[in-house]
C-alpha cells in the first residue's frame, strides 16, 4: 500500500514554506515546489472553504529516492465516511481511488499514471465521497495550467546525471 507516502506529503504540507519549500512557480490554478526530497503540484478546490473545515487540495508528486513519479493524492476539508466510494472525474473519465480519513488517493502506479495522462489533457477534475454524516462532500478543480506545472515538477525531480 502507497499510504506512508501520502502520509509524509501531507506532514510536510503542513509545515511553513519557507521553511523548505521553493517554488518553482504557478501554472493556472497550479502551484509547483520542490523541496530535497520531492516535488509536487498542488492546487486548492474551486469553491472557498468553510471556516469550519480542513484544508482541502488535490496534489501529485514525485518521490525520487524512493522510485515514485507522478503519485496523486487528495485531501478533502474533513474525513471521510468509512466504506465509502471516492470517486475523481476527469472531463468524461471516472477513476475510482482508495482513501481513508480525509485522503485519497489511486489505487496503484498504473492508476496514477492514467489520471495523470487525463489531466494533462482534461479541462476540469473533481472528486466527491460521503461524508461521516453521510453528506456529499464534493470538490472541483480546473486543470488549466495542469501539464505545464506537471512537466515543471517532473523536470525538477528528473534523475541528475
Request: aromatic share 8%; with cysteine; proline share 4%.
Given at each position: 500500500?502507497?499510504?506512508?507516502?501520502?502520509?509524509?506529503?501531507?506532514?510536510?504540507?503542513?509545515?511553513?514554506?519557507?521553511?523548505?519549500?521553493?517554488?518553482?512557480g504557478i501554472f493556472g490554478l497550479w502551484g509547483v515546489f520542490a523541496e530535497?526530497?520531492?516535488?509536487?503540484?498542488?492546487?486548492?478546490?474551486?469553491?472557498?472553504?468553510?471556516?469550519?473545515?480542513?484544508?482541502?487540495?488535490?496534489?501529485?508528486?514525485?518521490?525520487?529516492?524512493?522510485?515514485?513519479?507522478?503519485?496523486?493524492h487528495i485531501r478533502f476539508a474533513e474525513a471521510k465516511r468509512q466504506g465509502s466510494a471516492v470517486l475523481l472525474r476527469?472531463?468524461?473519465?471516472?477513476?475510482?481511488?482508495?482513501?481513508?480519513?480525509?485522503?485519497?488517493?489511486?489505487?496503484?502506479?498504473?492508476?496514477?499514471?492514467?489520471?495523470?495522462?487525463?489531466?494533462?489533457?482534461?479541462?476540469?477534475?473533481?472528486?466527491?465521497?460521503?461524508?461521516?454524516?453521510?453528506?456529499?462532500?464534493?470538490?472541483?478543480?480546473?486543470?488549466?495550467?495542469?501539464?505545464?506545472?506537471?512537466?515543471?515538477?517532473?523536470?525538477?525531480?528528473?534523475?541528475?546525471?
Amino acid at each position: 500500500m502507497r499510504r506512508p507516502v501520502f502520509l509524509l506529503l501531507s506532514l510536510a504540507l503542513a509545515v511553513p514554506a519557507a521553511a523548505q519549500q521553493r517554488s518553482l512557480g504557478i501554472f493556472g490554478l497550479w502551484g509547483v515546489f520542490a523541496e530535497k526530497s520531492r516535488c509536487f503540484i498542488i492546487s486548492e478546490p474551486l469553491r472557498p472553504r468553510r471556516a469550519d473545515s480542513g484544508r482541502a487540495f488535490a496534489s501529485v508528486g514525485w518521490f525520487p529516492a524512493q522510485g515514485v513519479r507522478g503519485q496523486l493524492h487528495i485531501r478533502f476539508a474533513e474525513a471521510k465516511r468509512q466504506g465509502s466510494a471516492v470517486l475523481l472525474r476527469i472531463d468524461d473519465r471516472t477513476f475510482q481511488l482508495a482513501g481513508g480519513g480525509a485522503d485519497a488517493w489511486a489505487p496503484d502506479g498504473r492508476a496514477d499514471a492514467e489520471i495523470v495522462a487525463a489531466m494533462r489533457s482534461g479541462l476540469d477534475m473533481s472528486v466527491e465521497t460521503r461524508n461521516v454524516r453521510g453528506g456529499l462532500m464534493r470538490d472541483a478543480y480546473q486543470l488549466r495550467g495542469a501539464a505545464t506545472a506537471l512537466d515543471a515538477a517532473a523536470i525538477a525531480c528528473a534523475p541528475k546525471r
